[in-house]
């Protein structure tokens, strides 16, 4: 941590896999009463952008864009068949992540913001929303916010970042 002097829990998947920064959460994640999540959200389109600059090189990360085919004999059951990753386009198809499948890219992304700004699973407390746009071209404003949240800046130039500080014009 390079402004707060804080722990950080999940700087690796194999951390903590429960807490990395592709987990949609469904319920209140099992944390120590000292931890707080900063939870960094991009715009959807953004973030589009961001998983389609070049899918061939896995840029689509653990997103998988799947076909649904119908099985004869079967009714309303279908195979879901992974696709190989080829454009963006695929995105606004259906996708496959966390074994849960979603009519597509934009259906995951709103329930993975909607569940941090959900307070029966990320209470207020404990938690911080920050969109990636703030973060950054507003990055000063950010961190005085997150301080301000009760992070403790680390560093002798924190108290000098304060006392000049106008107030947030973000959140």
């Known amino acids: 941590p390079r402004f707060f002097d804080i722990d950080v829990v999940n700087v690796h998947f194999d951390d903590n896999p429960s807490l990395w920064k592709h987990t949609v959460f469904r319920a209140p994640p099992r944390l120590p009463d000292d931890v707080f999540c900063v939870c960094l959200v991009k715009d959807p389109a953004f973030w589009i952008q961001s998983l389609g600059r070049d899918p061939p090189a896995g840029t689509f990360y653990e997103v998988q864009p799947v076909e649904q085919i119908p099985l004869p004999g079967y009714a309303d ?71 301000a949240r009760g992070l403790p800046r680390r560093g002798a130039d924190a108290a000098a970042d304060r006392e000049g500080a106008a107030s947030p014009d973000i959140f």
């Open 77 to 147: 059951e279908v195979a879901v068949v992974a696709l190989e990753h080829v454009c963006r386009s695929q995105l606004f198809g259906p996708v496959f992540f966390d074994d849960r499948l979603y009519r597509d890219a934009l259906a995951l992304w709103e329930e993975t913001a909607s569940a941090y700004l959900d307070e029966s699973i990320l209470p207020p407390w404990r938690s911080a929303v920050v969109r990636c746009e703030d973060f950054l071209f507003h990055f000063d404003s950010v961190m005085r916010m997150l301080e």
